[in-house]
Nanobody, 118 residues
Framework: QVQLVESGGGLVQAGGSLRLSCAPS????????MGWYRQAPGKQRELVAA???????DYADAVKGRFTISRDNAKNTVNLQMNSLKPEDTAVYFC????????????WGQGTQVTVSS
């Protein structure tokens, strides 16, 4: 069973930075894509950023220019650098991984809380 272990959440003031890290129990290259989603209270889970094993990245409009997703091959992690944080970034952030073969399978971490105070 694949496990995704997240770290790096916490409380920060508006304008500050946080770095989230996701460590899968298998090689990051064994997944077609990995990324981060978030879910605020009373809202649906939404994509924040994703990276494919071909290094193609995708970002939600709300975080473009502020967040950067990257893969650290040596540490076998996928990271999300979050700068210029806003109170509306407050949410539980979930690591996500997807395999397409032999059948599509999605894996989720347990989530890490990010709280941005105004």
């Amino acid at each position: 069973q694949v496990q995704l272990v997240e770290s790096g959440g916490g409380l920060v003031q508006a304008g500050g930075s946080l770095r989230l890290s996701c460590a899968p129990s298998e090689s990051v290259f064994s997944f077609n894509a990995m990324g981060w989603y978030r879910q605020a209270p009373g809202k649906q889970r939404e994509l924040v950023a994703a990276i494919t094993n071909g290094d193609v990245t995708d970002y939600a409009d709300a975080v473009k220019g502020r967040f950067t997703i990257s893969r650290d091959n040596a540490k076998n992690t996928v990271n999300l650098q979050m700068n210029s944080l806003k109170p509306e970034d407050t949410a539980v952030y979930f690591c996500h991984a997807r395999r397409l073969s032999p059948i599509p399978v999605n894996y989720w971490g347990q989530g890490t809380q990010v709280t941005v105070s105004s």
